[in-house]
């Protein structure tokens, strides 16, 4: 397997334009997480899935953010309308239910301007 | 006006010595407690874990240390080598929150020549 696939690697949008990250988890795997790490907050979980179903979006920042999982191998993060504070490294994981080893994709570096 | 990036606690050893790198942790709850290893430009990597009902788990090269009473967890690397450096983060597991995955602050651990 490739592992977790983040895309794109790097984005840079303006101010007030709309971003969607996207993830593939590992095959097999029933859970799903995406974070944002930034030096201010560290690494922060954003929400998170069980068999692609929305279980805690509690660290989402604010309604300008939404994230899916249409199906289990796929999922998007989408900030619209962006701002310059969004700018981060988001991270998407995935793993096995009742397994602790989360596998970690290479990240999306997001620029906001 | 200027934004203050998080302090992340460095611990500085010398190639061959053992580390210690810590961690407290606020949550009775967690199942399982797990360490990560973040080299530079990448993603989070599993490193080792412990369930809450054991004191002490050995791996390769490393064990963890945990402490219920005073809810401090720590990782000890023997005979550290240069490829260690990186950030090292404690996290918690609750299968009982519907499986969430939270991580602290992290360490960076600086192998000195």
């Known amino acids: 397997d490739a592992g977790v696939i983040q895309s794109p690697r790097h984005e840079v949008t303006e101010m007030g334009q709309e971003v969607t990250l996207r993830c593939k988890p590992i095959s097999g795997h029933n859970s799903l997480f995406w974070y944002r790490q930034t030096m201010m907050r560290g690494l922060e979980l954003l929400i998170y899935?069980?068999?692609?179903?929305?279980?805690?979006d509690s660290g989402m920042p604010e309604d300008r953010f939404s994230a899916k999982m249409p199906n289990a191998s796929f999922s998007t993060l989408k900030i619209q309308p962006s701002e310059p504070r969004d700018s981060a490294v988001y991270f998407c994981a995935s793993k096995t239910l009742g397994y602790t080893e989360a596998f970690f994709g290479q990240g999306t570096r997001l620029t906001v301007v | 006006g200027e934004s203050v990036g998080l302090h992340l606690p460095t611990l500085s050893v010398q190639e061959g010595d053992n580390s210690i790198i810590n961690c407290a942790y606020s949550?009775?709850?967690?199942?399982?407690f797990i360490w990560y290893k973040q080299e530079s430009g990448k993603g989070p990597q599993f490193i080792i874990d412990i369930r809450s009902n054991m004191d002490k788990r050995q791996g390769q090269r490393v064990t963890v240390l945990l402490n219920k009473t005073v809810k401090h967890l720590s990782l000890q690397i023997a005979a550290t080598q240069p490829g260690d450096s990186a950030v090292y983060f404690c996290?918690?597991?609750?299968?009982?929150?519907?499986?969430?995955?939270?991580f602290g602050t992290g360490t960076q651990l600086k192998v000195e020549l």
């Open positions: 996290a918690e597991n609750r299968a009982g929150g519907g499986n969430k995955l939270t």
């Open positions: 949550n009775s709850a967690s199942d399982y």
């Open positions: 899935f069980n068999n692609n179903v929305p279980i805690d």
